[in-house]
Structure formats: structure tokens, C-alpha cells
């Protein structure tokens, strides 16, 4: 059984069920993925032989891709640590791996960085670390190794204190030209694309591979290693070679631990995913039911108010046909009055012209008879000329006013004379009509003059001249008759 078989076989406690198993096998299938082919990425071969053969650029960075869980090369520069960190800063990605050299009085030294910012998941943490190791695996000669997580750590300063031995540029650089699978636990678990990246290892080697944290204490004389020259003193091989195996133990140990645990949390989501999806079948039945109630209950009230609304419908109905009645009566009603109105109209209008045909005839014939008894009192009379003929108190209406005034009046055959008071007939009239020139004609109200048929005794005198009338009405009818028939009668 292979390593990572064996972790799956561990990570199930004795005594858990077997339908729990399929899910936690299927669960950590998902990490791990088919590593046969065994080409390198070319970006970032290229990237670091000119990084390595101080070429153009002098940092890269890698980072997991979006749809892959592989690493891939995210970006190379050429402008130091402030690019980098630039480039880290306005990146949407949020783990990186980079591998970087600084020139440092003539000489360069390389750097492997680990960006894990704060917040991380413990499975993308353990990936990142596995990654890391085999990115300072690359170069063979002396290194420094950080593992940050804001980028305000990562300095010059801070490199130069990362580093275990002074740099080197006659220590031969290796290309990651050929990657082999390891048969480790963690090889295992990094996905295609990291393991296809990452150069392989050799299995001895003269120039340890140490790594140091930006939280582990810097050496205690890095200006020595860095004004050094000639070999360093490495120690004993075997007890090198021991350190190696124990820090690779703790190191699996660690991750194993990480991947254990994240295992588990793996199931305490699912199971808690299981429970709220039961919850929610619960609701759901719980909603559907009240739903169903609902639905009942609104059809209920719409069965009730579409009666009350035919119910209604009907009232309103009922009461149209009977307003229509009851309208079509009152406009009979109407009707009737009005043809009855038009009736006492027509009756009434013949009974007025019955009588004002009456009043017309008497009119006639009283003017007649006026007419008559005034030519016989001037035959009568036998008066010499300019005689006075009548004289007494008249109200008349002038053509100079609208006004109606009292007067005292004297008539003879030629004039007829109006004065204020009867004592003033010795003075000067206040007017005079002059009837022998002007040929005067006495009109009753019926013979265009409708403003005298509501003043009793009221008759017109037109004269020829042009003049506007002067109307006349009398105390009595005698007094108008004598009056209007002299009138009628001057010469």
C-alpha cells in the first residue's frame, strides 16, 4: 500500500461506519490528482535559468492557478523586491512563491519567499509549505528561506538575515529541467501542475539545504558570512544526514497532522452540511404545508368574496332597473305636467287674447266715442280762435326725460301749454307742443307702445315732426277721454 493510502486508511477512527468511509475516500481523492507525465512548465524554466544565469530578470513568483490547483508562473521581473511586491500587493491571488536574487557587494544571493498571508486555510497552508521545499530544492548552493505573512516583512535586511551561508557565484546552478514523483506522502499530494514544475532532489548532497523562518533569530554574524572566502565548514555528515531525517520526520508528522485535520473538518462540514440540509427539508415540508393552508384559506375567501361580489352584482341589478322605473315614471310624470302646462299655457294665451282683443274693441270704441263728444264740444262751444279749450292737471312724459312729471296743461286749437302750477298760466310755460304744424296722432298701448298697458288712463301723442312721443296718463277716463279726443280732433 502506498504512503498516501496508508493516510487514508488512518484517517477513519476504528468504528466508523462504512457509508461514512466512500465519502471521506472521495473527499481526499479530490486532493490528489494523476502525476505520470513529468515535463517541466516552460514559463518558469525559462524564467528562473535567467534568473539563475543572471540574466534579464531577477525575481518570479509563482502562484495557484484559477481553475487549476496547480502552481503556474504569475509573474517574472527584472526591477527587485519593490516589483515583487508590488506585483504581490495588486494580485487577486492570495498565496505566492517566489524565487529571487540580490546583488550584494559583487556578488548574488539567491531567496526563496512563501507568502501565506493570515486567514489561510490549514490544507492551502501544508500545500504552500510542500511547494516551498521543493522551489529551495532548485538551487543547490546557499539560500535564504522566508516565510512571511505581511508583506511589510519582506526586506533586504530581512533576506540577509535568512541566510545560512555567504553567497557564492562559483557554486554550479541546476535548471529545473526533469522532475521525478516521490513516493512521499507530500509529493503525493501536490497537484499536477506544482509536481510538474518542481525539479527533483538528489539524494545526497555536499551543501545542506537549511531553512529559516522570518521569526527565527538571524545568524550571529552575517557580515563574516557575507566578507568569507573559501569553504565553510559543514560538520559531520551522519549528523547531518540525522538532522535531515529528523526535521523530514516532523515535517511529515506536521503535515500529515494538517491533512488529518483537515479531514476531519471535511466531515464535521458535511455533517453539519447534512443536518442544515435536513433542517431545511424540514422547513421546506413546514412551508409547503403552511403554504398548502394558505393557499385553502385564500381559496376559501375567494369563493366567499366572489359571492358577496355576485350577490352585490345582483343588488345593483335590482336597484338599476328599478332607478330605470322609477325614472321612466318620473319623466311620464313630466311629461304629463308638461303637456298640462302646455295646455293652461295655450288656454291661458287664448283667454289673453280674448280679452286683450276686448280690451282693444273698448279701447276703440271709447276713443271713438271720445273722438265724437269732442267734436261736438268744439262745435258746441263756439269759441273765437286761440280761446283757451280744456285746462287741468295732467302727468306726462317728455322727449328731454325719462322721468314722469305732474303738470298743469291748457290746450287751445293751435298749442298745448305745460306749467308747473295751475297760479302760473300768467307766465312763461315751462314746454309747449305746437299742434298745427306738427299733426299729432293719439296712440293707445297696443299700437306699439307695450311700456303704457300697465298704467292705467295712458295714452301717446306721435307727432309728425320727427320728435320723439310724449306720453300722457290722466287722474280718471273721463279726463283722458276728453283730453285724447280734443287731441284727435284739432284742426
Sequence with gaps: MSCWGRLVCQSFPRGESSSTRPAMVSMIARHTDSS?????????????????QRGTLDWLALSYGKWSPGLKLSAAGSQGLSE??????ESEQSVFLAFCRLAIDGDSCFATITYVPDGTSGLRKARTSMASRTVQSWYKGPQATLTISRLEDLSISAILDAMPFPPSSSRPLTEPTQMARTSSASSSFEAPNLEKALPHAPSSSNVPLVTRTISEPPPTSTATFLSQRGPPDFGDPV??????????RASEEEEYAARREEVARQLRIKRQRDREARQAEEEERTRRAQLEQDL?????????REEEERAEEERRVREREERRRRDAEKRAEVARRMEEWRLEEERRKEELARAE?????RAVERREAAR????????????????VILSGWVTVQTSGSVAWRRRYFQLTDAVLRFYNRDKDVAGTPVDVIVLKSTGPTVKEW???FEELRSIPHSFALVLSNGEPPVMFFSD????????SGLLMTSP
Design 36 to 52: 505520470g507525465a513529468e515535463s517541466t512548465d516552460p514559463d518558469i524554466r525559462m524564467a528562473y535559468r535567467s534568473i539563475t
Design 357 to 361: 282683443g276686448e280690451l282693444k274693441r
Design 296 to 304: 385553502a384559506r385564500k381559496a376559501a375567501a375567494r369563493l366567499a
Design 84 to 89: 515583487l511586491k508590488r506585483h504581490i500587493s
Design 239 to 248: 549528523t547531518r544526514s540525522e538532522q535531515r531525517e529528523a526535521a523530514r
Design 372 to 387: 265724437v263728444a269732442a267734436a261736438k264740444r268744439r262745435r258746441d262751444s263756439q269759441l273765437p280762435g286761440g280761446s
Design 446 to 448: 297696443y299700437e306699439g
Design 476 to 483: 280718471t277716463a273721463p279726463e283722458k277721454d276728453l283730453l
